[in-house]
């Protein structure tokens, strides 16, 4: 007899806790042979110039980007978040697989309540078969406009990069900037029902770049002529699709989202809000200085509803030469149109995995089918929306706008058994035309290693944007994406050879993309849009994945010192 989720007798609670004892002894042993890269993040308030104006923020040790974490796979991390800010706080580590520790996981009431002011919490988990550039983000509130940074993980000693080794690797965080408290701008979009103001400008690195009002400072990276760079770009910025070029230089692509991939050229990085990109980049160009260029991809169909910050960030790439002219003006690159969605999906749909025998098998046997349609439309406003009028802007999947829930986070609520705090009766499928949007907290429960494809289908009709959704937990393969409807049952286009893995995935505007995972790590696992105004209207879900049936498939018990509400 086994013991079913949603039955508790004194056999099955027995033998969860001697499997889950019998893991903690082999948890505890791996640990110990795993260094534990340890650190501490304290979140406060800081006063920043930026744009001519001074602007408080909520920072990570008074920087910005925060800390960069460092580690090889294998290794095990400890990172102590002390809040000291006015604001309740989680942190989330984005691409983290927390195979067994998703209560490190850090969305906030999915995994764990918040860290509330003057209150902490330790997030620890491992980084075991994992390689590349991933970040670490609030996942509170629009916090993470200045609450973020890198996470490297390099192959672990003795190891090495699957393409020739750089000389130097150069870290490139892309952010978005606001001269107003984000805080309250969330707040105000959240009360009136409408959309957020756009950003006042972009930053690499944390700064602005010299083309923007009362600029004084500007990232520059030195380098040796003839020279491979490793640029690790991340996209942190909340709302907003960038294209990122450095004149007179071409990329090659070699992973995203930390999963690696066939060498991909092009001139043109593309990220999403929540892509990374690793790039190498030779620097065989004539000595001198070239502008790394960041701009904003507009997705949005008609184009005349965009409303996208239209400046640009800038860093410097400059030749360490004497015969480079210190003072002189770097070269700009030619940049995309903002609504260049041919450049866009062809960078999205270019993407391969690694040749074979390097490339992962991608699972055949399909045991759940879902179609997920991304919606935005209206809702009326409710009574908490003090300066919305009639009807408010909503997102939905499948036609449900999710709301999280308030008194219980979701994994506490799976793992103590708790009725009332969530549904599972997440739609497979769209409702039919014309059916209402519901808000609700409804999940899919998956059966622990289900294989699970799902067709993500981004409405034809206006208005309509390309939406980066993000699956916590899992890394997916991408095994087709197009334009227009998705047609059922067309898998005569799906590549199950080699395709491309990743966390986030961007689909396209009016179109769609078919992606496969393996449930195989119990816990709640939040899939939404990774533009930051999109979760609150509604767009995402989660999936409840069940435990398996031996010691290293069980969900463990919360720490102790997990927040509470």
């Known amino acids: 007899m086994g013991c079913h989720h949603d039955m508790v007798i004194p056999w099955c609670s027995s033998m969860m806790r001697l499997l889950w004892f019998l893991f903690a002894l082999l948890l505890a042993r791996s640990v110990a042979d795993a260094a534990t890269a340890n650190y501490t993040f304290t979140v406060e308030s800081m006063r920043v110039s930026r744009l001519c104006n001074s602007t408080d923020i909520i920072a990570v040790n008074g920087q ?14 400890a990172v102590e978040v002390i809040n000291g800010s006015p604001y309740n706080l989680t942190i989330h580590w984005h691409g983290i697989l927390q195979l067994l520790t998703p209560w490190a996981d850090g969305p906030s009431m999915v995994t764990q ?3 509330q002011p003057n209150s902490s919490y330790t997030y620890r988990f491992n980084v075991t078969g994992q390689e590349g550039t991933l970040w670490w983000h609030a996942h509170s509130s629009f916090l993470r406009a200045t609450v973020y940074g890198a996470l490297i993980i390099r192959p672990r000693n ?5 393409f020739p080794a750089p000389d130097q690797e150069v870290p490139i965080v892309l952010g978005e900037w606001w001269s107003r408290n984000v805080v309250d701008i969330e707040s105000d979009a959240v009360s009136s029902g409408q959309l957020p103001r756009e950003s006042d400008a972009f930053t690499v690195n944390g ?6 009002q009362c600029a004084n400072d500007t990232f ?6 003839n020279t491979t760079v490793l640029l690790r770009v991340i996209n942190a910025g909340l709302n907003t699709h960038l294209f990122f070029k450095v004149a007179g230089h071409a990329f090659t692509v070699v992973a995203v989202d930390a999963c690696y991939t066939a060498n991909y050229t092009t001139d043109t990085l593309v990220l999403a ?3 990374t990109v690793d790039a190498l980049m030779v620097t065989n160009a004539s000595a001198g200085s070239y502008y790394m260029a960041v701009q904003a991809y507009d997705s949005l169909s008609p184009t005349t509803m965009a409303v996208t910050d239209d400046t640009t960030a800038t860093a410097i790439v400059r030749y360490n030469t004497t015969s480079t002219k210190k003072n002189a003006t770097p070269v700009m690159p030619t940049m995309p149109q903002s609504s260049d969605s041919a450049t866009a999906n062809a960078f999205y749909f270019g993407l391969r995995g690694p040749p074979s025998p390097s490339a992962p098998a991608v699972p055949t046997k399909v045991d759940v089918n879902m179609t997920i349609e991304l919606g935005l439309g209206q809702l009326p406003c409710d009574s908490t929306q003090s300066s919305c009028s009639g009807k408010s802007v909503a997102a939905a999947m499948n036609g449900v706008s999710f709301r999280l829930p308030s008194q219980m986070s ?3 609520a799976q793992f103590n058994r ?3 705090v969530y549904t599972a009766d997440f739609p497979d499928a769209p409702q039919p035309s014309g059916t209402p949007m519901v808000e609700g907290t409804k999940v899919r429960r998956l059966k622990y290693n289900s294989t699970v494809e799902i067709v993500l289908q981004n409405p034809t009709a206006f208005p309509s944007e390309n939406h980066p959704i993000h699956l916590h937990g899992f890394n997916f393969f991408v095994l087709a994406q197009g334009l227009g409807n998705f047609t059922p049952g067309n898998v005569s286009g799906y590549n199950l050879v080699d395709p491309v893995s990743r966390n986030t995935l961007a689909v396209p505007t009016g179109g769609w993309a078919v992606i496969r995972f393996v449930a195989n790590n119990p816990g709640m696992w939040f899939f939404h849009c990774h533009l930051d105004a999109h979760v609150p209207m509604g767009l995402g879900m989660v999936f409840a994945v069940d435990n398996g049936t031996t010691p290293d498939s069980f969900l463990p018990p919360p720490p102790a010192d997990l927040p509470k509400c």
Do not use: F, K, R
């Open 64 to 77: 910005l980007p925060g800390p960069m974490i460092e580690v090889n796979e294998g290794d095990a991390v």
């Open 113 to 115: 309540c918040p860290i």
């Open 158 to 162: 003795g190891s090495a990069y699957p």
């Open 207 to 212: 700064v602005t770049g010299e083309l923007y």
């Open 220 to 225: 520059t990276v030195d380098v040796q002529p």
């Open 273 to 275: 809000p929540g892509h």
């Open 410 to 412: 979701l994994l506490e």
């Open 418 to 420: 708790m009725p009332g």
